[in-house]
T-cell receptor, first 113, second 115 residues
Framework: DQQVKQNSPSLSVQEGRISILNCDYT??????FLWYKKYPAEGPTFLIS?????DKNEDGRFTVFLNKSAKHLSLHIVPSQPGDSAVYFC????????????FGKGTRLHILP | DGGITQSPKYLFRKEGQNVTLSCEQN?????MYWYRQDPGQGLRLIYY???????QKGDIAEGYSVSREKKESFPLTVTSAQKNPTAFYLC??????????????FGPGTRLTVL
């Protein structure tokens, strides 16, 4: 049973426009959410996170929005740049339980020139 | 420089052979993890260890074994019992009990190909 779902395997966005990556989760006990970025043949790198006590967290061009009632979060990248082309993983954790992070399947973002 | 190292970057083995993937960290993290990535799949947890001399199975532990004799090291053995071992393997570490300022830090990965 997939607890973290990224339903779009890929997304293409024009350079300079907004990229919106979506993520849904099923476990209502998740209270900490993360986004990782991964280039081919490299390990994922942490991008941005949000605690369940917030509904928005912003870091430069990256903003994560959390809608707890819908069990949905999204990552916005504005403006999109060529270096943003990568696979983005949504992840979630129940911090009161253990250190395990549950990852989604990832969304491949292509930034078009 | 603090970080996580995995070696080798590429590894080839013959079917039926065991192989051990190395993971070392000098971040003084208590917790370490092994993930596997396949095309079209997310990162799937194989094993994790929250403290030295202790480890737990993840979601896909069958055909794998680990040890945690030292805080810095968490080697993963892919045994001949693993039916589909060709994949990209990622090691990660984190401080214990994630807080809003902590995340997992990943190594560069090892691509294992079974011939």
């Amino acid at each position: 049973d997939q607890q973290v779902k990224q339903n779009s395997p890929s997304l293409s966005v024009q350079e300079g426009r907004i990229s919106i990556l979506n993520c849904d989760y099923t476990n209502s006990m998740f209270d900490y959410f993360l986004w990782y970025k991964k280039y081919p043949a490299e390990g994922p790198t942490f991008l941005i996170s949000i605690s369940s006590i917030k509904d928005k967290n912003e870091d430069g061009r990256f903003t994560v929005f959390l809608n707890k009632s819908a069990k949905h979060l999204s990552l916005h990248i504005v403006p999109s740049q060529p270096g943003d082309s990568a696979v983005y993983f949504c992840a979630a954790s129940d911090m009161n339980r253990d250190d395990k992070i549950i990852f989604g399947k990832g969304t491949r973002l292509h930034i078009l020139p | 420089d603090g970080g996580i190292t995995q070696s080798p970057k590429y590894l080839f083995r013959k079917e039926g052979q065991n192989v051990t993937l190395s993971c070392e960290q000098n971040l003084n993290h208590d917790a370490m993890y092994w993930y596997r990535q396949d095309p079209g799949q997310g990162l799937r947890l194989i094993y994790y260890s929250q403290i030295v001399n202790d480890f737990q199975k993840g979601d896909i532990a069958e055909g794998y074994s680990v040890s945690r004799e030292k805080k810095e090291s968490f080697p993963l053995t892919v045994t001949s019992a693993q039916k589909n071992p060709t994949a990209f393997y990622l090691c990660a570490s984190s401080p214990p009990l994630l807080s809003p300022t902590d995340t997992q830090y990943f190594g560069p990965g090892t691509r294992l190909t079974v011939l």
